[in-house]
C-alpha cells in the first residue's frame, strides 16, 4: 500500500443544453486535485484546502471530499485514517461541477489508496454523498462524468443509471467563467415546477436528437439539437449578457451552447481547436463590453475522468 | 409511365413508451393497399374503399389520401388526374396509424405512377397534409415511419426534422388489438396541459436511453428505458385491462411496451420471435379474461417503408 497518492478528478460541464439533469461531459486539464496520506489515527482529516480563498469548510462532514471518503470508508467497513489536502483548480460556484470533482477525487484517490477494492463505477455512489452535501440534491451529472469521462447520461437517479456515450472525435468544448457568482440552490429556485407539455415534447425530441447525433457522429444534428426551451429561459436572467455571449459564439462557427450546469460558465462545442478558440474570443469580448472579467478554457473532451498523478 | 399501380404503407406504432409525439416505428405486413390509376380529367378521385365499413368518405378533401396526393399534385403543380381505391389493411381508430399508412401510400404511389420526380423523403410534407384532417393536428410519429421505415425520431416539427435510428437485430414488435375504439381527439383531450418538471425530466432520460439502447443494441438498456411517466398513466384508463395486459406482457419476456399511438392498440418489444408470441399469447388472454376480443400482430420491425407492390 502506497502511503501517499495524488488523484485529480476533471471539470464538468452538466446539462449540456437540452439535458437538464440528465447530462454532462468532462474537460481536460482543469480539475481539483486532491493529497491522500494514510494516517495512524481512524477517521478522515482535510489538513489543508488551497484555491478557494477560503471559503471551504476543513470539517470533513461539511466537505465533499470528506463526506464521500467516509461513506466509502463506511462502505468497506474500514477503520483506516486518512488525511487529505484539496487543491481547487477551479474556481468555486463557477457551473463547473467544482464540488462534484472534489468528491470524485477525493474517493478515487482513497479508493487507490486501499488497494482499488472497488471498481471505478462502484465509487459513484459515494462521490454523490458528497454532492448531496454541497446542492442539497443527489445529482450525478458531474459526479459521473468527472468520474468517468466522456459524455454521459444520467437515465435515471433511483436507482442509478449512467450510460457513456461515445465522443465524435472532433468535438471541442469552449468554456467561459465570467467573474460573478451564482448559488446553485437559487439556480434551482428560480426554476418552475410545471412546463407545459408541449415545450416538455420539444425538449425530449432535441435530447433524444442530441444523442443521436453524438452516436451518429452528426454535428449538424447535434446543433440543431442544442437547444433547451425549459431552463435555459428561466435562468439565462442569471448570467448578464447571456444572450449576446451566446449568440457570438454561434457567429464564431460554435455547434451550440448554454449555461454549464447552473451557472454562471457559459460551455459552447465547436468542430475544431481553431473554432472553439474563436468562440472563446467572442464570447470573452461580449462579457468585456459589460465590464466582466472571465476565465477562459479550451478542451477537448476528456474521456479519461479521474486519475491518479502521482 | 405506368397507368396503374398498387402502392403499400405499413402500420406504424406511435409514441414508443417514452416518445411521445417524437417516436414511431413501422412493422411488417400489416398496411393499406392504395390502387392508383391515371385519367383524364385533372382532380383526384377516391373510386372504392375497403375494409373500413363504410366509415371513410370518398370526398378527397376529406380523406388522408386524397389531401396528400392533391398536396403533392399542386406542389409539383400538376394538372393530371387521378383514380384511386383504397385498401385497409388494418382496422380503423386502432392506434396503429391507418391514416398516415393511407395517406403514405397514395402519395408514394402518385410520386412513381409520375414517374418519381421527388425522393421518398420530400414526400413526407404532403402525407402529413393528409394527417392533418384526420387528427386535427400535423404529428409525423406515424407518417415517417410508415414513409421511411424503421425506428424514427421526429427531433421537431416546425422545422420537419426526421432521424432514423438504427434497428437492432434481434427486435420482434407484438401489437394486440382490442375490438374497442378510441378517437385520437379524445386521446389528446384526456392529456394534462401541464406536467411538473420532475417527471419531464424522468420522461428525457428515458427517450436519451432508449436512443442510446437502439444505437448500442442494448437490449437491458432498452427494457429499463421503456417507462412513460407522462402520458401511459394518464390513458391507461381508455383501455381496459391496460395494466394487466401490460404486466402480462413483461412477465412473458418482453422487453417493454405500452400504449400504440393514442390506442386501443397496445404494443410490445421482444428479442426473438418466439418471446414475441408468447407476449401476444399472454396479452391477448389478459384480453379475453375481461371478454374483449382481439387481433395480434407479430412482425420484425419493417426497414422498407411505402413500396410499389407491382
Not at 443509471?161 to 468544448?173: A, E, G, R
Request: net charge neutral; with cysteine; aromatic share 6%.
Amino acid at each position: 500500500m502506497k502511503k501517499e497518492i495524488h488523484a485529480f478528478a476533471p471539470a464538468t460541464v452538466a446539462n449540456v443544453s437540452c439535458g437538464f439533469d440528465i447530462f454532462g461531459f468532462a474537460i481536460d486539464s482543469v480539475g481539483d486535485e486532491v493529497i491522500l496520506r494514510l494516517c495512524d489515527k481512524p477517521g478522515v482529516y482535510i489538513k489543508k484546502i488551497t484555491g478557494d480563498n477560503g471559503k471551504l469548510p476543513l470539517d470533513p462532514d461539511k466537505n465533499t471530499a470528506g463526506v464521500a471518503i467516509k461513506a466509502f470508508l463506511k462502505y468497506i467497513n474500514s477503520n483506516q485514517g486518512i488525511e487529505i489536502d484539496l487543491h481547487k483548480g477551479m474556481p468555486l460556484s463557477s457551473g463547473l461541477g467544482s464540488s462534484a470533482a472534489s468528491a470524485v477525487a477525493a474517493v478515487f484517490g482513497a479508493n487507490f489508496l486501499l488497494g482499488n477494492l472497488l471498481k471505478r463505477e462502484e465509487l459513484l455512489k459515494f462521490a454523490l454523498e458528497g454532492e448531496k452535501i454541497a446542492s442539497g440534491a443527489a445529482h450525478a451529472d458531474n459526479i459521473a462524468p468527472s468520474l468517468l469521462g466522456g459524455f454521459i447520461l444520467v437515465r435515471s437517479c433511483n436507482p442509478i443509471d449512467i450510460i457513456k456515450i461515445p465522443t465524435p472525435d472532433k468535438l471541442f468544448s469552449t468554456i467561459v467563467h465570467p467573474w460573478i457568482e451564482i448559488r446553485t440552490e437559487d439556480a434551482r429556485k428560480i426554476l418552475k415546477e410545471f412546463i407545459s407539455i408541449k415545450d416538455a415534447v420539444i425538449q425530449w425530441g432535441n435530447i433524444a436528437g442530441f444523442v443521436a447525433g453524438l452516436m451518429k457522429e452528426d454535428y449538424e444534428l447535434i446543433a440543431r439539437s442544442m437547444q433547451d426551451v425549459i431552463v435555459e429561459p428561466v435562468r439565462l436572467s442569471l448570467v448578464p449578457g447571456f444572450k449576446q455571449v451566446k449568440e457570438s459564439a454561434l457567429k464564431a462557427g460554435a455547434l451550440g451552447g448554454g449555461i454549464s450546469g447552473s451557472g454562471p460558465s457559459i460551455f459552447a462545442l465547436s468542430t475544431s481547436k481553431t473554432t472553439a478558440e474563436k468562440v472563446g474570443k467572442n464570447m470573452q469580448s461580449e462579457f468585456g463590453a459589460l465590464n466582466i472579467k472571465s476565465d477562459l478554457y479550451i478542451s477537448r473532451i476528456n474521456e479519461e475522468g479521474a486519475k491518479i498523478l502521482s
